[in-house]
């Protein structure tokens, strides 16, 4: 699944073009990618609206358009991309919008687990989201990783406790922090807790700077591949050697997802 670095590159890669854009006409092929909501209730609230804005909440991209806000989420091989075609550029296109100046918003989900929804107000976002951890200090982090008894892995997975952290940032957070994925939240001590979230928002901005990882479906809008997954020190590379000291990378199910470490580095 994108995790944020992925999000804001989409957003980085397409927020020129569609800003100061009108929004014409939507398609769908696929009725349930708009959550509930009519394609012709989605049509007459969105037609003739004029995009203004476009950034990242969490894994969220939204986009304003005065006054009301396309909300848009990649779920797992979710793609967004602009195209000259109306229909999209590949089979899986779930969604497009026509805008003004020619070209088309385009939505494209293999999987069918994306939503594109239309929105009023954000209000919703924030109840489901906890902060953007690019933006907290190091005492928001000591005070939000304490107080619980869930493995600090699945506590970080929590999007109401931290934005937009998944399971790649996640393990690669854990390993630069020399803390061991299992360990109780409320067990670190408090210089741990200040050096996970340092590694958190190194993790992250190291990968938005690689453009995000493209382990599977995620593309950026061009279409070409981000390069965060040539830098992971131990997400995907269970039984090779840890970098730092040899031992091979122990891989475990924890909170049902995929988990990597090293067991030497990491305590």
Not at 150 to 172: H, P, T
């Amino acid at each position: 699944m994108p995790e944020l670095p992925e999000v804001e590159t989409v957003v980085r890669g397409l927020v020129d073009d569609l800003v100061g854009t009108t929004a014409v006409e939507a398609s769908i092929s696929w009725h349930k990618v708009l959550g509930g909501m009519s394609l012709s209730e989605f049509n007459e609230t969105i037609r003739g609206r004029k995009i203004t804005a476009m950034f990242r909440r969490g894994k969220y991209i939204c986009i304003e358009c005065s006054g009301v806000y396309l909300v848009i989420h990649l779920r797992m091989t979710g793609r967004l991309y602009l195209s000259d075609a109306a229909e999209g550029e590949d089979k899986w296109v779930r969604f497009t919008l026509a805008l003004d100046n020619g070209k088309n918003l385009a939505f494209s989900d293999a999987r069918k687990f994306g939503r594109v929804l239309l929105t009023r107000s954000l209000d919703f976002l924030e109840e489901k989201l906890g902060p953007e951890p690019l933006t907290l200090k190091p005492a928001d982090f000591i005070q939000i990783l304490k107080g619980s008894s869930r493995a600090v892995k699945v506590f970080l997975l929590d999007q109401k406790k931290i934005a937009g952290v998944g399971n790649i940032y996640a393990d690669e957070s854990l390993h630069k922090a020399g803390i061991k994925p299992g360990r109780p939240t409320n067990k670190l001590r408090v210089a741990e807790r200040e050096k996970l979230g340092a590694c958190i928002q190194e993790s992250l901005q190291a990968a938005i700077d690689h453009e995000g990882a493209s382990i599977s479906w995620y593309r950026k809008p061009d279409g070409g591949r981000g390069e965060s997954q040539e830098h992971f020190l131990v997400y995907g590379r269970g039984g090779e050697p840890c970098y730092t000291c040899g031992t091979p990378i122990t891989k475990i199910v924890l909170g049902q997802r995929g988990t990597h470490y090293c067991h030497k580095c990491q305590t």
